[in-house]
């Protein structure tokens, strides 16, 4: 928590240094996804990876949206219940931007929630624990992240009909 704090505060005050590199896009993900096969087996969730073929390697911090991706895939994981369904993907959204998504067959978010999701601390389900429901801050980390690189971060839900999260990085 105290390091995902720290980290949160870097990337606000933009003095989070990012490590660039030319990174094959679709190895990053597929590496990023592969921790989270056996939580979604266990949970009887089906978890697919929808990546086009041919993308161009693009500059980024590989560790920093290995963590993106990760903290969407955790609470994607987290909300979808036995026999629903997670899907990544990542394809060109238009010339010199890649589009990823992460979707979910989960409860959703109700509308009066989805303005605040990406602020710091805030959590939609007040009535979780904080161990099983998090700190509140991931998806504060994932928008400073994302916006750190250039791209940009938004959701899509409605109760009952999952959620999906979505983010564009330059190419």
């Known amino acids: 928590l105290v390091a995902d704090l720290r980290l949160l505060s870097l990337a606000e005050s933009g003095q989070l240094k990012l490590e660039r590199v030319k990174t094959n896009i679709v190895e990053l993900i597929t590496h990023a996804v592969e921790p989270f096969r056996l939580q979604a087996q266990s949970s009887k969730v089906e978890l697919n990876l929808e990546l086009a073929s041919s993308l161009p390697p693009i500059e980024l911090d590989v560790d920093r949206i290995t963590q993106v991706i990760r903290n969407l895939l955790s609470n994607a994981l987290r909300?979808?219940?036995?026999?629903?369904?997670?899907i990544v993907t990542c394809k060109s959204n238009k010339p010199h931007e890649l589009l990823i998504t992460i979707s979910d067959t989960g409860e959703g978010i109700l509308p009066d929630d989805?303005?605040?999701?990406?602020?710091?601390?805030?959590?939609?389900?007040?009535?979780?624990?904080?161990?099983?429901g998090?700190?509140?801050?991931?998806l504060a980390i994932v928008k400073q992240l994302v916006e750190a690189h250039g791209g940009k971060v938004w959701v899509e839900s409605q109760p009952g009909r999952g959620a999906l999260f979505g983010f564009t990085l330059p190419s």
């Open 114 to 132: 989805l303005p605040y999701v990406f602020d710091r601390f805030y959590r939609a389900d007040k009535s979780r624990s904080r161990s099983s």
């Open 79 to 86: 909300h979808t219940p036995e026999g629903g369904q997670v």
């Open 134 to 138: 998090g700190s509140g801050i991931g």
